[in-house]
């Protein structure tokens, strides 16, 4: 069945993502071996089917989407980030004529359910690029008498709530998806998000806080990319503060956390003030455990595989903070020996370690990943990438365990994005498919930017030649030549 889907307008790129993912967490799949068709005329098994109203651009926030019943549509409207809400369409039209119209010859069967005289119901107007005031709201209500409800109205805690959703053919000069038409909406409430969650768990608020802190939107994101739910075992290798195990663990799943730094695992700022008093400042379960653990040296005893459900993290890659790896820079270049630390020292003892680039992090990140999640399971994490020219480059780290099912760039300056990567582990992990990765991260390395393997990202993002006015770049991207709508920086 067909729905209005109407998200936020924001982050654009991981609305649909996040919807798809979360269809096939709670089964919208379960029943459907057939292909469907998506906007960009690939077909993909077990995708959704999407597709614009009349007039609207594709970064619009409303969108016809595809969905097997009423409870999925619902489920995943209140668990999303980025849905507003999910609504049985009874009527659309350009002009409140048009929407009678539509409304009138939506089948008697399906609204009378809805019209009992026994019910309670609601109808509440919203508006897309425009501001409306009480009494031109009060008016569309009244318009809708046309419509034969029998039950009383309930501003509070209605059985039914109905939407009438407008939007202004503004065009494009404030800063909105350009809309050539005014559209209206009219639909019954299937699911709507619950927004009270993001000032909940939002980062000026949290008990312990570092430099590196995902901010409580993306992690909850990150979370639903990777189909967290009650019962499955989350791993972040790259812990610090706790910010997307504090979100996994919301929605049910087990969590465990590794970092390099001893420091931040085991002391934090105090015995209140710790990556545990994250957990406890929300009434939520502990994490089965808080490794100092090294990315490039993992403690897994060998032959251990298939533990973990998913693998959700931000990797370190030099911008507000640089990877490390063990050893410290005279033992990996040979200018000192291997040593054992003694007894009574290794309480306060701070391990050695050596700059880790990204090109190696994210390697041994995705070979951990293979050899650890379970059949199925999903890798999320952040990358880099470069922006030339309003584009961005998409020779993204591949592993022949895994296939990449999504990536959501997100533009932090006009040099600089990051793109989320979503990866489902499709086949088994065996010392041939190890030496074919590692092959792949050699070719990948040879063949992409030099400051992957410097690890000097920070000095590429802010580079004295596109900041400063008349440097070489600087009008090419600079606030001219911006166009007029740009829905990523929304």
């Not at 809708?144 to 407008?166: A, Q």
């Amino acid at each position: 069945m067909w729905y209005l889907c109407v998200f936020y307008h924001r982050l654009l790129d991981y609305r649909k993502p996040e919807v798809e993912s979360l269809a096939e967490l709670f089964g919208a799949f379960s029943n459907s071996g057939s292909e469907s068709v998506r906007e960009n005329g690939n077909s993909e098994k077990n995708g959704l089917q999407w597709r614009l109203p009349q007039h609207h651009h594709p970064d619009s926030p409303f969108h016809f989407v595809n969905l097997p019943s009423d409870d999925i549509a619902r489920k995943i409207a209140n668990r999303s980030i980025l849905v507003k809400g999910i609504y049985e369409l009874w009527g659309e039209g350009h002009t409140y004529e048009e929407l009678e119209e539509a409304i009138k010859a939506y089948p008697d069967e399906r609204k009378l359910p809805y019209l009992a005289s026994e019910s309670t119901f609601r109808i509440t107007v919203d508006s897309f690029g425009k501001v409306m005031s009480f009494e031109e709201q009060k008016e569309r209500i009244q318009s809708f008498s046309y419509i034969p409800f029998k039950g009383r109205v309930n501003l509070k805690n209605p059985d039914h709530k109905f939407w009438v959703l407008e939007t202004d053919d503004y065009g494009s000069n404030n800063g909105l998806p350009p809309v050539v038409q005014k559209g209206l909406f009219f639909g019954r409430e299937v699911g709507t998000a619950d927004r009270k969650l993001l000032p909940t768990y939002q980062l000026k608020s949290r008990t312990y806080l570092g430099p590196t802190a995902m901010d409580a939107e993306m992690a909850f994101l990150m979370a639903n990319q990777a189909l967290v739910a009650p019962g499955k075992l989350v791993y972040d290798p790259f812990v610090g503060t706790g910010s997307i195990l504090v979100a996994a663990a919301h929605f049910g799943a087990m969590t465990m956390g590794a970092d390099i730094d001893i420091r931040v695992v085991r002391d934090g700022r105090g015995p209140n003030c710790n990556v545990w008093s994250n957990f406890k400042q929300y009434g939520l379960p502990m994490p089965l455990g808080l490794l100092r653990a090294d990315n490039n040296l993992p403690p897994w005893r060998p032959g251990l595989k298939e533990v973990f459900d998913a693998i959700i993290c931000d990797p370190p890659y030099g911008v507000r903070a640089g990877g490390r790896k063990s050893g410290g820079r005279k033992l990996l270049k040979g200018v000192v020996g291997p040593y054992t630390v003694p007894d009574d020292k290794r309480t306060d003892h701070i391990p050695s370690t050596a700059g880790y680039c990204l090109a190696e992090c994210v390697h041994d990140l995705l070979d951990r990943a293979a050899q650890m999640l379970v059949m199925g399971g999903r890798l999320v994490f952040f990358y880099p990438v470069l922006r030339e020219d309003d584009t961005i480059d998409t020779n993204f780290p591949e592993h022949p365990c895994f296939k990449l099912v999504a990536a959501c760039e997100q533009i932090l300056s006009l040099r600089y994005s990051r793109v989320l990567l979503t990866m489902v582990k499709i086949g088994p992990y065996t010392e041939e498919i190890a030496e074919s990765a590692r092959i792949q991260h050699l070719e990948f390395k040879e063949n992409h930017l030099k400051w992957l393997e410097d690890g000097n990202l920070r000095s590429a993002v802010f580079s004295p030649v596109y900041s400063q006015p008349g440097g070489e770049g600087y009008s090419k991207l600079g606030k001219d030549s911006k166009p007029k709508y740009r829905g990523k920086y929304v």
